[in-house]
């Protein structure tokens, strides 16, 4: 007996999602930011200071690291404004340039982006290295962006160095500015949203057509991580209502790799589980079935 469409039916999942949907808003970690505390005097170039808020390790050290600039067109070599949303005044590293650091603490898993805003002063303008980066409590960089000024481009000229969606652990972290002498920053940024971990699930199958009695059907599974978080040891239990034996969903494979790419990993291959899945990525699963002629008999 051939089976009929409500049978071919049953044997199709349609897509669901699995998860938990949530919507964070970001929380800024950095205190002081666009360096407002201590207010500088007006026309303040070499108000000589320490800053609120950050550590401040120049090379070599000296007494008052900070020299806080308020934008003022008698300062030729110095930028005349700040970046948008910048405040009243910038920053200016002493000596031969160095690190500025604030510790934060992050209660759950989450992701986070971090930004500053960079300048020149003085000349030559030709300076690289400038750099922003997030350390775990073990030293190590979690992740860094960087910057560089050429010769061609003029003195007031504002660079922002972004660095997005880096996924966190709970714990504490270390936000760094790296500087040089003849360089200025402002509007440091350091957003965290907390974790939503969310997968996407569609099933789909070879045939388009009713089946026959010891027919095969390939069933392929996509998952794909719509939360802002890696999920790991993913895997898929078809509840098939077949009479024959189940579909075993094995022999993933990443179909998709978004930025930052390389988040996604998996240690052993065909083992019908993913270890690592990033945000935004995709793997595929597939599973075979033998249809029964239980199957045509109940179930048409």
């Given at each position: 007996?051939?089976?009929?469409?409500?049978?071919?039916?049953?044997?199709?999942?349609?897509?669901?999602?699995?998860?938990?949907?949530?919507?964070?808003?970001?929380?800024?970690?950095?205190?002081?930011?666009?360096?407002?505390?201590?207010?500088?005097?007006?026309?303040?170039n070499n108000f000589y200071t320490t800053i609120t808020g950050w550590t401040v390790q120049p090379?070599?050290?000296?007494?008052?690291?900070v020299n806080i600039v308020v934008p003022t067109a008698s300062y030729a070599n110095n930028p005349q404004s700040t970046p948008t949303g910048g405040g009243r005044q910038y920053y200016d590293m002493n000596a031969t340039g160095g690190t500025m650091a604030q510790t934060v603490t992050f209660p759950t898993g989450g992701v986070v982006s971090m930004s500053?805003?960079?300048?020149?002063?003085?000349?030559?303008?030709?300076?690289?290295?400038?750099?922003?980066?997030?350390?775990?409590?073990?030293?190590?960089i979690v992740s860094s962006g960087t910057t560089q000024?050429?010769?061609a481009e003029p003195i007031g000229l504002w660079k922002q160095v972004v660095v997005n969606t880096i996924s966190v652990s709970a714990g504490t972290y270390t936000f760094e500015i790296v500087m040089d002498n003849y360089?200025?920053?402002?509007?440091?940024?350091?957003?965290?949203?907390?974790?939503?971990?969310?997968?996407?699930?569609?099933?789909?199958?070879?045939?388009?057509?009713?089946?026959?009695?010891?027919?095969?059907?390939?069933?392929t599974y996509t998952v794909k991580n719509i939360g802002n978080v890696a999920v790991t040891?993913?895997?898929?239990?078809?509840?098939?209502?077949?009479?024959?034996?189940?579909?075993?969903?094995?022999?993933?494979?990443?179909?998709?790799?978004?930025?930052?790419?390389?988040?996604s990993s998996d240690v052993t291959a065909?083992?019908?589980?993913?270890?690592?899945?990033?945000?935004?990525?995709?793997?595929?699963?597939?599973?075979?079935?033998?249809?029964?002629?239980q199957d045509i008999d109940l179930l048409q």
């Open positions: 007996m051939k089976p009929s469409s409500k049978f071919w039916f049953f044997l199709v999942l349609i897509s669901f999602v699995f998860g938990v949907c949530s919507f964070a808003l970001a929380t800024e970690y950095l205190a002081n930011r666009s360096f407002e505390t201590p207010i500088a005097p007006n026309n303040g090379s070599p050290f000296i007494a008052n690291p500053v805003w960079f300048s020149v002063r003085d000349f030559p303008q030709n300076l690289s290295g400038m750099s922003v980066r997030l350390k775990n409590s073990s030293g190590t000024f050429f010769v360089n200025n920053i402002d509007l440091a940024s350091l957003d965290f949203v907390a974790g939503a971990p969310n997968l996407q699930i569609l099933k789909a199958s070879n045939k388009t057509a009713p089946v026959v009695a010891g027919e095969t059907i390939i069933y040891v993913v895997k898929i239990t078809d509840t098939h209502n077949g009479y024959g034996a189940k579909p075993v969903p094995t022999g993933e494979v990443l179909t998709t790799d978004v930025a930052p790419t390389g988040d065909s083992s019908g589980i993913w270890d690592v899945l990033g945000a935004g990525d995709t793997v595929r699963f597939t599973a075979s079935y033998i249809v029964t002629q």
